[in-house]
């Protein structure tokens, strides 16, 4: 088993861009999840769609999408990249606890997309919060994580079940 380094820290333990310029394009795919734990009551107000800042789904989509695109402005080694797709979907969560957010990002580049759809699982998450603060304060954002990854010269992963 090789030894796994830090790629951002240089040899004098200084925070550093990877550079990538030597890397091949390669399609790259990237799927996050993540979920807002709410009451039943805070759950109702979110599917009817109708609140005082909008329709609460349909905006967090859209804010996990800007959120993708402006990562490499919110995370500092983070290379820009041009996005191919970048798809967010909030649903209810199957056990009926609150909303799941699931953000599925795609480019063809020298590096991959997995803090793209972190971010924009992240942003989705904090929109909710915000559009539904007012019926509830005590939500909780969790279990935000990668749930799979493809291209690149480490290949495809996914997390296991």
Partial sequence: MSKKVLTHIDADG???MVDVSEKSDT??????????????????A??????????VM????IA?????KRTAELIPMCHPLALSS?????RP???????????????????GVEMEALTAVSVACLTLYDM???????????????VTKSGGASGDWAREA
């Fill in 14 to 16: 200084r925070a550093r």
């Fill in 27 to 44: 399609v790259r795919v990237a799927v996050a999840e993540g979920r807002v734990v709410m009451s039943a009551q805070t759950l109702a």
């Fill in 46 to 55: 979110a599917l009817l769609g109708g609140g005082k800042k909008g329709d």
């Fill in 58 to 61: 349909a905006v967090a989509e």
């Fill in 64 to 68: 996990g999408v800007m959120a993708a």
């Fill in 86 to 90: 970048a798809k967010v979907s909030v």
């Fill in 93 to 111: 969560s199957p056990d009926g606890t609150g909303l799941s957010v699931t953000a599925r990002v795609k480019t063809t580049g020298p590096t």
């Fill in 132 to 146: 539904l603060k007012a019926i509830e304060k005590g939500m909780t954002i969790e279990g935000v994580q990668l």
